[in-house]
């Protein structure tokens, strides 16, 4: 059985920092795309940053390009969302999920094949 599990979330100032971690269970990491999303109040979920199966290729949505990093720690079997500079429209719930298609880069929201339950980040201006 697999599963995600997200944790990291918190209330941060803006500028500020948090690292969120999701621990996999029931699949090898290298062997997923996996990717974070995220949902602010009232808007669509949208992919934030995703790290390809693999090779680890990551790739970001523009508007956290150059703050957040996507990492993974096979060994560990987690993924990594480390986020800097904080902004109040990074409020959001953040979910981390696994893609197992080889041929699909970057994930898209429908064709992630698991997810976690998200946590939550506010960030305070």
């Known amino acids: 059985q697999v599963q995600l599990e997200e944790s990291g979330g918190g209330l941060v100032q803006a500028g500020g920092s948090l690292r969120l971690s999701c621990a996999a269970s029931g699949l090898t990491i290298s062997s997923y795309s996996m990717g974070w999303f995220r949902q602010g109040p009232g808007k669509e979920r949208e992919l934030v940053a995703s790290?390809?199966?693999?090779?680890?290729?990551?790739a970001y949505t523009d508007a956290v390009q150059g703050r957040f990093t996507i990492s993974r720690d096979v060994a560990k079997k987690t993924v990594y969302l480390q986020m800097d500079n904080l902004k109040p429209e990074d409020t959001a719930v953040y979910y981390c999920a696994a893609e197992s298609n080889p041929f699909r880069w970057p994930p898209t929201t429908s064709g992630m094949d698991y997810w976690g339950k998200g946590t939550l980040v506010t960030v305070s201006s």
């Open positions: 790290i390809r199966r693999n090779s680890g290729t990551t």
